[in-house]
């Protein structure tokens, strides 16, 4: 399994895995990576995102100094008030969502990705995000009061939304048992328009523009707010059964990527894992879109560099792919507050300009591929 699964490379613009000359290509260029390596590489990357966020709190129109949050945190000498209050109740909880908003994004962008077996298939681009935000802009308009079990109105509709938009786009992507990579992305690019820029009409019922559509707004710009620990606490617990979940549904898409009919030789439930990645799928996507809006492209770029670096084996990238998503993310906002300081420039505008040439760069290394 491992050697067959080591030879297959995702193709840009096609449903279909490159072949074997060109999978033995680009495992010469870029792996395999040895287990140790790998975990090195790991555990690198977790030390620079720790030290990402430990930076970031201190960066922002009103200076902390690097120094003192590193001797609070040694219990050296305690933060002042003001210190404290910034740190705790305005960047932490802030620059924490982010990390989880780009966590969620990677991760379901690696999973729509080797799902539709195209590396330009994330949240953003297959309407996910779209159907998500308009859950949540029906949330945040009619029914902000409104709680089940503890979870508000505004992230059960943003999942449900997102997992409905998914279905659409897929049942519209599928003819005849395949999935097509260019049918895809016009689906979802089509079923994502209409409902991201259907979230205008809510200024129809509030003219005055109250707090609700001044959030919509936000929302759909892409800014990261400031969440309240609780929220904070609840986002991270569905993440982490987000990527319990996703675990097992990596092993299943390393077969899916041998082909359906190797796949179900081996006894995988095709149609029931689809339908699973799906719904994980759509759940990452609903969490990011609770805390950040609508933010294009870090499920796009974070899970096609770590393909390129460790190979197609999902189950590594996983968590690598989580990883890198939550340090681009913070960085991203990082920038986003402090570039225009005290001006705070939405990070989704950021992801555009980053995103965009890389979107570019996709299609120019497709073009033979995409050709008619």
């Not at 033995?24 to 140790?36: E, M």
């Not at 790991?42 to 200076?63: D, E, M, N, Q």
Request: hydrophobic residues 55%.
């Amino acid at each position: 399994m491992e050697t067959e699964l080591n030879k297959v490379a995702i193709s840009p613009l096609t449903s279909a895995p490159l072949g074997r000359r060109q999978g033995d290509r680009a495992l010469k260029t870029f792996g395999p990576i040895n287990p140790s390596t790998f975990l090195i590489i790991t555990l690198l990357l977790l030390l620079t995102l720790a030290g990402a966020i430990i930076v970031s709190v201190s960066l922002g129109a009103t200076h902390i100094p690097l120094r003192a949050i590193l001797s609070a945190l040694l219990h050296r000498q305690p933060l002042t008030e003001t210190q404290h209050t910034i740190l705790f109740a305005i960047r932490l909880p802030r620059i924490l969502a982010s990390s989880i908003v780009g966590a969620a994004l990677a991760v379901s962008g690696l999973m729509f990705q080797g799902l539709f077996r195209n590396p330009m298939a994330d949240p953003y681009i297959i309407g996910a995000s779209g159907g998500a935000a308009l859950g949540a802009c029906i949330g945040i308009v009619f029914l902000s009061q409104f709680t089940v079990y503890g979870f508000s109105a505004t992230a059960l509709l943003a999942f449900i939304g997102a997992v409905l938009t998914m279905m659409v786009v897929y049942a519209l992507a599928r003819s005849r048992g395949r999935t097509g990579g260019v049918t895809l992305l016009l689906a979802g690019f089509a079923v994502g328009t209409m409902l991201t820029n259907s979230t205008y009409l809510f200024e129809l019922f509030d003219p005055n523009s109250s707090s609700g559509i001044r959030i919509v707004a936000a929302w759909l710009h892409g800014t990261i707010g400031v969440p309240e620990w609780k929220q904070l606490t609840a986002t991270t617990c569905l993440f982490a059964l987000a990527m319990v979940a996703a675990f097992p549904l990596m092993r299943r898409l390393n077969t899916l990527a041998l082909g359906d009919d190797y796949a179900h030789q081996l006894g995988i439930r095709i149609e029931a894992t689809r339908i699973a990645i799906i719904l994980v799928g759509s759940l990452l996507t609903a969490i990011a879109v609770s805390l950040g809006g609508l933010i294009s492209f870090a499920g796009l770029i974070i899970p096609h560099v770590a393909r390129l670096i460790f190979g197609p084996n999902n189950v590594r990238l996983l968590a690598i792919t989580a990883i890198g998503g939550a340090l681009f993310l913070v960085i991203a906002d990082t920038l986003a507050r402090t570039v225009l300081a005290p001006s705070e420039l939405p990070v989704g505008i950021l992801m555009v300009f980053l995103g965009g040439p890389f979107f570019i760069y996709l299609l120019r290394k497709g073009k033979r591929e995409y050709a008619l």
